[in-house]
């Protein structure tokens, strides 16, 4: 299973990104995908998840009005759209396969996920 994350980059604060992830080597479209984020020094955390079909949406409650993360089973891609960019946002953002078919079990949680992509490097200025 391949995941390869792009779209980072450097962006103002107030400004707008979106990441793209595509997957590889697995049945995308029966799987749940995650985004997750590691600052410099810090432990890697949940950002947005997105169930199999598309139906549920999860966020991590500081982005929450400010990203949305969406997929496309057709293209076997997962995105995720950051707007009102905070310098607080500044990290290496990673996209993550669910391990369970069709399953939301710790969807929030790193453990909840079998296969990551690289990262890409998201920083905002202030």
């Known amino acids: 299973v391949q995941l390869q994350a792009s779209g980072g980059g450097l962006v103002q604060a107030g400004g707008s990104l979106r990441l793209s992830c595509a997957a590889s080597?697995?049945?995308?479209?029966?799987?749940?995908m995650g985004w997750f984020r590691q600052a410099p020094g810090k432990e890697r955390d949940f950002v947005a998840a997105?169930?199999?079909?598309?139906?549920?949406?999860y966020y991590e409650d500081s982005v929450k009005g400010r990203f949305t993360i969406s997929r496309d089973n057709a293209k076997n891609t997962v995105y995720l759209q950051m707007n009102s960019l905070k310098t607080e946002d500044t990290a290496v953002y990673y996209c993550?396969?669910?391990?369970?078919?069709?399953?939301?079990?710790?969807?929030?949680?790193?453990?909840?996920?079998?296969?990551w992509g690289q990262g890409t490097l998201v920083t905002v200025s202030s």
């Open positions: 993550a396969s669910h391990r369970g078919l069709r399953s939301e079990y710790y969807i929030m949680r790193k453990d909840g996920y079998l296969y």
């Open positions: 080597g697995r049945t995308f479209s029966t799987y749940a």
């Open positions: 997105v169930s199999w079909n598309g139906d549920r949406l």
